[in-house]
């Protein structure tokens, strides 16, 4: 799910660049990669895709999480199973192209993408076949997530990478759910108390 959601934003944001850029320029100007790859003298270039999605933490959201191990069929059956998990992404956005000031231009365009659209559900963009809304997801929120010069240089350092131009997004709510059900129970529909039975 997590590889679906970020596949679902990127090509959401790429599309966004596009317009940005004259028809001729060319795809894709972002991709998904770890930026500490791509952050080497000779993979610094010209190249319109050197702008990446790199995702850097992942925390549950226990506010959303429901405590209940059921849930009701509409057979009126019991289904027990773990509750779903719902995570928050840490995705930072990075440009790593030759010219300084296209990195930045770059950078700037993407921070006006999630400007222009931070929440994307179903209804407002149910995206296409090649690129569907992530199924089992109610909605994606987009934060933009500030850090300390002290916790910039915690997060380049332990990427093992030079500082590039970046910003720091925080995805909500990724949903992880699998399928697979513990068991089910039909429901108590009386109750039988000293011989007197007490029905629902």
């Known amino acids: ?35 500490a790859w791509h952050d080497k003298e000779d993979t ?3 190249d319109k895709s050197n702008a990446f999605i790199s995702l850097v933490n992942i925390e549950e959201d226990r506010i959303s999480k429901s405590s209940e191990n059921f849930r009701r069929n509409p ?35 993407i921070i006006q993408f999630f400007q222009y659209q931070n929440v994307f559900t179903p209804l407002t963009t149910p ?17 933009l997530y500030t850090l300390s010069f ?8 332990i990427m093992g990478s030079k500082y590039l131009p970046s910003v720091l997004y925080k995805m909500r709510l990724v949903v992880i759910d699998e399928n697979f059900a513990e068991g089910t129970a039909g429901l108590i529909t009386e109750i039988k108390i000293n ?6």
């Open 195 to 200: 011989d007197k039975t007490i029905s629902q």
């Open 127 to 143: 995206g296409n076949a090649l690129n569907p809304f992530p199924e089992g997801v109610d909605e994606l929120i987009f934060d």
């Open 44 to 46: 610094v270039s010209t």
């Open 75 to 109: 057979n009126a059956a019991i289904v027990y199973k773990n509750p779903k998990i719902f995570l928050n992404l840490h995705l930072l956005f990075s440009a790593n192209l030759s010219d300084y000031g296209e990195s930045l231009k770059r950078l700037s365009y």
């Open 1 to 35: 799910m997590i590889d679906v959601a970020l596949n679902f934003i990127c090509n959401q944001l790429d599309a966004y660049l596009l317009l940005k850029y004259p028809p001729d320029f060319g795809s894709p100007l972002i991709q998904i990669g770890n930026i």
């Open 150 to 157: 002290q916790d910039l240089n915690n997060l380049w350092g």
